[in-house]
Every structure is written in structure tokens, then in C-alpha cells.
């Protein structure tokens, strides 16, 4: 190893800022693989063209159409996420409409990560950081399930979820889906948060942003 590359990292300012970069891109992977291993597994049914997630292992919850959103968004949100004890952080560009869901995920020094889309009965994910031997075990499709759990129409999603029999109760904007008499999921929404906590898949996360802009 060169004098100069001895010196550039025992920069105190360059290690923190290189040490920071790589805890940050191991928090999201493990952040990823964990959500992955212990969420719904996204299918597609090739008779029907339709894609859907497994909320349980019983019952399936079918993508909505872009159209279904409440609100178009175009903000930035925070994200911070639980799972077994280990939390997560993420910041992301989120940009909804009737047209597509998009997001740009960015680490903590504000550089790209990975984008994240849902557009015409297809979604893709894409990085030029994390590997593409990792990137294949990825399942975007839970991400944009929850996302239209949290935002979409409620009777939309009463309809998606009843079909498979599950309810969705919704009491002061908050949002309950049911599996008789469990709870599987709890999504609870403030002006500035919105909080989705998957009991049975035994993971949390909440987004901040201005939802109500």
C-alpha cells in the first residue's frame, strides 16, 4: 500500500465520512433482506397478468392500479424502520399520481441508492451500488403493498382484501386489517407520520413527510 493511501485513510475526517457510507449501506441491506425474509412473497399470476403479494399465508392482496391512489405526492419522507429489536434509517423522493409510484432512495449523505418504481402492471428495482447478485432476491413488490395499504382508496383496498377475506377498518383515518379476529396490520396516520406495523410479519416503519401539503 502507497504512503498516499496510508495517509487518506488515516484522515480521521475521511474515515468517519467513509465509515459512515459503509454502515449505511450494510443498515439497508440487512434492513432489506430482513423485510424480504419475513414479508408477503410477491407472485404473478400468468393466467390473469395480475401481481399480488401473500399478507398471510392464506390470503393474498392483489396491486392496485396506480389510478387507486388518494393523494398524488411529490416529497421527500424519512424513513425509519424496526425489526426485532434493530432500527433502520432512509431517506427517499416519493412521487405518486395516477400515472406511477416512484421513489430514489438516498443514504444519509444524500447519495442514490437504488430507485423504485410501479407503472403499468409491472415493477422494478434498480442499483447501482448494491450488487446485482443481491438485488435479485429483492422483492419490490411487498414495498409497494404497503405503500398502498397506507395511501390508497379504502374502498379499493376493501375490495382487494375482502376478496381474499380479510377486512379493513378505518377509524379517524387509520387503518386496521383484520384476519377474523386478528390484526395483522395497523396503520396509524398523522399530519407529519404515518406508522404501518405488520404484526404478523414482525416488522414496523414510519414514513415523515407533509402528507397533508
Not at 438485488?135 to 405503500?147: L, S, T
Not at 382508496?153 to 381474499?164: H, Q
Amino acid at each position: 500500500m502507497s504512503m498516499a493511501s496510508i495517509d487518506k485513510y488515516a484522515n480521521p475526517s475521511h474515515n468517519q465520512a467513509y465509515m459512515r457510507k459503509i454502515r449505511c449501506f450494510f443498515c439497508f441491506s440487512v434492513y432489506v433482506v430482513c423485510i424480504i425474509s419475513c414479508a408477503s412473497t410477491a407472485r404473478k399470476d400468468t393466467l390473469k397478468d395480475i401481481l399480488y403479494v401473500d399478507i398471510t399465508d392464506s390470503s393474498k392482496f392483489v396491486l392496485l392500479p396506480p389510478q387507486g391512489i388518494e393523494q398524488d405526492m411529490d416529497m421527500a419522507q424519512f424513513l425509519s424502520a424496526e425489526f426485532r429489536g434493530h432500527n433502520f434509517f432512509l431517506n427517499a423522493w416519493v412521487k405518486a399520481d395516477e400515472n406511477a409510484i416512484e421513489m430514489v432512495l438516498f443514504n444519509e449523505l444524500g447519495a442514490s441508492i437504488g430507485e423504485l418504481s410501479y407503472s403499468n402492471g409491472e415493477v422494478h428495482f434498480s442499483s447501482d451500488v448494491i450488487p446485482k447478485s443481491f438485488i435479485q432476491y429483492i422483492k419490490p413488490e411487498n414495498i409497494i403493498a404497503d405503500f398502498q395499504l397506507c395511501f390508497y382508496d379504502p374502498l379499493l383496498l376493501s375490495k382487494s382484501l375482502g376478496d381474499s377475506g380479510l377486512v379493513l377498518e378505518i377509524n379517524n383515518g387509520n387503518r386496521r386489517i383484520l384476519s377474523g379476529n386478528d390484526i395483522i396490520i395497523e396503520i396509524n396516520k398523522t399530519e407529519n407520520s404515518v406508522k404501518l406495523v405488520n404484526n404478523l410479519r414482525g416488522y414496523s416503519y414510519t414514513l415523515e413527510g407533509n402528507f397533508h401539503e
